[in-house]
């Protein structure tokens, strides 16, 4: 018995061993070799330089990870004074079952084509690098590794070439990248890191030099050396690209308007500036960008406390935005359970839509957005492997052109503003611990006072991340962060501050909070700690975090709510190991409890939830998950106490298989309590019609019966349970259809035309108002009832009601109230068409349509046929927009 115990044990230790050893190619050597040769990149290997020996060791890590590659693959590097050169040769038995399908660009990890990515480790720090994709029709990708993972910004573009081409063996592919694109210590011999990664379509099987096995972590440390790259110049590092802009824009016509003339037409120029300074810092500037050509944001309609925040789709802001990431550095999960977070840089701020209100009007011309006069940003490294990010912004003064009574004035709706952005971030010993910091400040001039009263003056926000691994095989990984924010204002701005919905100082059963009328200044802090496990079959992830009640960064971040104390523990198991039913399949176990600084709990629950994928590449997800009772602090926004009733949830996921000619992934979820009964559903369908032509559906559909519908709040000094305010909610009965249609005619690997339009239907009919009986409750009592009175107050003359008469006591002391129907119907329809074209590398011709049409209706039904009728009777809005840059 102790024989087989030493057996096991010696068995266990040494299948651990081969499985890190499993997918490490770090001391394998790939030698590259100078040419004086004019490398021709055309995907045809005839040059001299690749008649000699590649390198051809590559393994399987899907689906029989470790296993050698199915099909031999055969690959060279070679550079000259300019660029880096790679080279190689996909043998395949079959060439005509090669999957190659032109899709647009950086769309990497949604293409089911074989394909090839090259990596670069061009510091050779074995943590970050470079990625250049190309599928087997040409369709390129690039972007950022971080964080010794594969995970990747697609944000980053370079200036490279990359062909493919189809023969009787196989596929071949040549690239050529610019020294200019890359960043690399200043030495006479480098020693990079290089990976390679090849995907089989049919086979869905991806081989690589080095991978990262299923229950490993570890990426860029895995990497070969790349050797032999010695006297390489230092390359001037500097690019410009001026662009030239036209646009004309027909909106709907106003006779009686006189800013509306129905049309406008305006041109503009700029210019895009990248230099590199020294080796390792490179700056990114702009003077008056344009991003017309970007996709235009989706319709809402936001019934919450809680502002949307969209995603960043500007170029400019966009690239590089790695280095700003903040608080997750070490983990390779960022769970969140109830957890708002605490953006600290939301780059939609700059440029945003003007905040000031106008004064009383007849007729206003107000800007769609705030000008971006400049902006510059430096990133690279500096000083001993310290990361640097920091970027900087001027927006414009804002003027709305208004006309009272036939006289016209100007209103500032938007003061001139300076934006600022810094990082600094540092790792250790090679990864196992890191530090960094992250600052923004925000500085407004002023030139009206009465802007004053609603934007704030400053913001300074400053946080702190870091992370350490707890032992040797960097297993088990803490990571944290902290962060403290102060906003200046007059009084006046303050009070409207500590009041809004983020904070909702004057909660009146909330004795540790308080508006302070003569605060010129509000401060908070933040920080979250968590513990995860990185590698293993079982993950464990689990964290503390809080929001103070004064924390604040929405001038240059995005912060949802403050005042809430969240934990989570997150418990998981996978089954790596295909079997003969499936590739992948785990399960999660969750509980999480949030309270706020009053030590009331406001959120618990206890999630389950688990996915499979099958051997081929089709699966599902189911979730489920129970909320026990607890205390609501924001659905009477800014008044007391009520409760959250228990709640269950269900949902569930299925995909089909992306790499056939259609794909689908479809889902429905149910929530359920006494607060409200919610069914949603949602289709994603793509057709590919052909290699360069795809098609993409995806309708959802949402019907929601709400119990506790926030109308509005009212002071009564009868209200003694309520602490002198009324709170009157409503049932609400709302409905939603969306879906995001998307076209992608791919005509060249240079030359692409897309399509993007987002239909959105939403009705809400409110029934049953009623007020709230008691803090601390979710008990309420309906007008009509107990003494309570609801009359219709007036009608339109379809005898639609347009206003009633709430009163809390009918023939008592408390006053008549009057409220507007809050039934709405809105139907909107946003898209654009994009025709691109790269005309020479980095140089690119942009034309562009963008069409809204919308339509506003008091009647609360919802009726698919009509609202669709109504949406393409209405007027349009069309932009049209022409755009040159040439890349110098």
Known sequence: ????????????????????????????????????????????????????????????????????????????????????????????????????????????????????????????????????????AGTLADGLLENDSKQTDLSWDAVWEGVPRIDSLGWCVEIRVPFSQLRFRRSEQQVWGMNV???????????????????????????????????????????????????????????????????????????????????????????????????????????????????????????????????????????????????????????????????????????????????????????????????????????????????????????STYYGVMRLQRDFSAGRHGIGVLSTFTNRFFHDSLLRNTINKDALVTGLDGWTFLDAGRTWVITGWAAASRVTGNTNRMVTLQRNGVHYYQRPDADYLGVDSSATSLTGMAGRIMLNKNRGRFSLNAAVGFLSPGFETNDLGYGAYSDLINMHILAGYRFIQPTKLYQDAGFTGTTYLSSDFGGNKVAQGFNLSGYMTFRNLSGFNLSASYRPQTFNSRRTRGGPLTINPEAFNFSVNANSDNRKWWVVNAGYGHDASNNAYIHSMYMQVEFKISTTLTLQAGPTFELGDYKAQWVTSYADPTATETYGRRYVFANLDQRTFAADIRADWIINPNLSFQVYAQPYLVAGKYSKFKLLRRSRSFDFVEYGSENTTLQVASSTTGGQPEAYFLDADAEGPSAQRIIGNPDFNYISLRGNAVLRWEYRPGSTLYLVWTQSREMINPDGEFRFGNSLGDLFNSKADNIFMVKLSYWL
């Open 1 to 136: 018995m102790k024989f087989k115990s030493l057996f096991f044990i010696f068995f266990i230790n040494l299948s651990i061993q081969v499985a890190v050893a499993q997918g490490d190619a770090s001391s394998k050597t790939i030698k590259a070799v100078r040419t004086t040769e004019r490398i021709k990149i055309d995907g045809i290997l005839d040059e001299p330089i690749w008649q000699r020996e590649g390198f051809d060791e590559f393994y399987q890590q899907e689906p029989h990870q470790g296993d050698p590659a199915t099909f031999r693959s055969e690959v060279w590097v070679a550079f000259d004074d300019d660029a880096i050169y790679y080279a190689a040769r996909y043998f395949d038995p079959h060439p005509d079952s090669i999957l190659a399908r032109l899709v647009r660009r950086d769309f990497v990890w949604g293409d089911p084509s074989d394909g090839t990515v090259f990596y670069l480790d061009s510091y050779g720090d074995k943590r970050n690098g470079y990625f250049f994709y190309v599928n087997a």
């Open 197 to 415: 990664e090849r995907y089989t379509s049919r086979r869905a099987e991806t081989v690589m030099i080095a991978f990262t096995p299923r229950n490993e972590n570890g990426f860029a440390s895995r990497f070969p050396s790349l050797t032999g790259l010695d006297g390489i110049p230092m390359p001037l590092h500097l690019e410009v690209l001026p662009y030239l802009t036209g646009k004309a824009e027909y909106v709907g016509h106003d006779a009686s308007n006189p800013f509306n003339p129905g049309h406008r037409y305006k041109g503009s120029a700029g210019l895009d500036i990248r230099a590199g300074l020294g080796s390792s810092l490179t700056l990114n500037a702009t003077v008056n960008p344009d991003f017309g050509q970007v996709e235009v944001d989706p319709a809402e309609v936001n019934l919450t406390d809680v502002e949307t925040a969209f995603r960043e789709k500007r170029p400019f802001f966009t690239e590089g935005t790695n280095i700003y990431r903040f608080g997750n550095g070490g983990t390779n999960r960022f769970s969140s359970y109830n957890w708002p977070g605490a953006n600290l840089f939301y780059s939609r701020r700059i440029g945003r839509t003007p905040q000031g209100y106008l004064p009383p009007n007849d007729y206003a011309d107000v800007p769609n957005g705030t000008t971006i006069l400049g902006a510059a940003k430096l990133s690279g490294r500096a000083g001993k492997n310290w990361k640097i990010g920091t970027l900087h912004a001027v927006t414009a003064r804002e003027m709305a052109d208004i006309e009272l009574e036939g006289e016209r004035s100007q209103a500032e709706v938007e003061p």
